[in-house]
Nanobody, 120 residues
Framework: QVQLVESGGGLVQAGDSLRLSCAGS????????IGWFRQTPQKERESVAE????????DYADSVKGRFTISRDNAKNTVYLQMNSLKPEDTAVYYC?????????????WGQGTQVTVSS
């Protein structure tokens, strides 16, 4: 099974940018739909963005549209989440997940998460 490793989180100020990376352990990663999710102790996990296997179809939560961009480099088995104009409400643990069914509904492989903290 593919293993996912997130990186790129950190502590930033409101208005700053961060780029998260999700690295897959093998080439099967390039065939999967990949999603980014986030969770805080106060909220249920929410979907942030997803990208299909080829990278030509993406979807975003309304709360991040226009600020976040998901992309992928299948040659590097990596998906990115570029986060601009960060807000304190973006503070969460961010997870990437892989959906082998490519439907965007069956995320079965998950990374360990990376913390993003946005201070005001």
């Amino acid at each position: 099974q593919v293993q996912l490793v997130e990186s790129g989180g950190g502590l930033v100020q409101a208005g700053d940018s961060l780029r998260l990376s999700c690295a897959g352990s093998d080439r099967t990663f390039s065939a999967y739909t990949i999603g980014w999710f986030r969770q805080t102790p106060q909220k249920e996990r929410e979907s942030v963005a997803e990208i299909n296997w080829s990278g030509d179809s993406t979807d975003y939560a309304d709360s991040v549209k226009g600020r976040f961009t998901i992309s992928r480099d299948n040659a590097k088995n990596t998906v990115y989440l570029q986060m601009n104009s960060l807000k304190p409400e973006d503070t969460a643990v961010y997870y990437c997940a892989a959906d082998p069914s490519r439907t965007g509904t069956k995320y079965i492989y998950w990374g360990q998460g990376t913390q993003v903290t946005v201070s005001s």
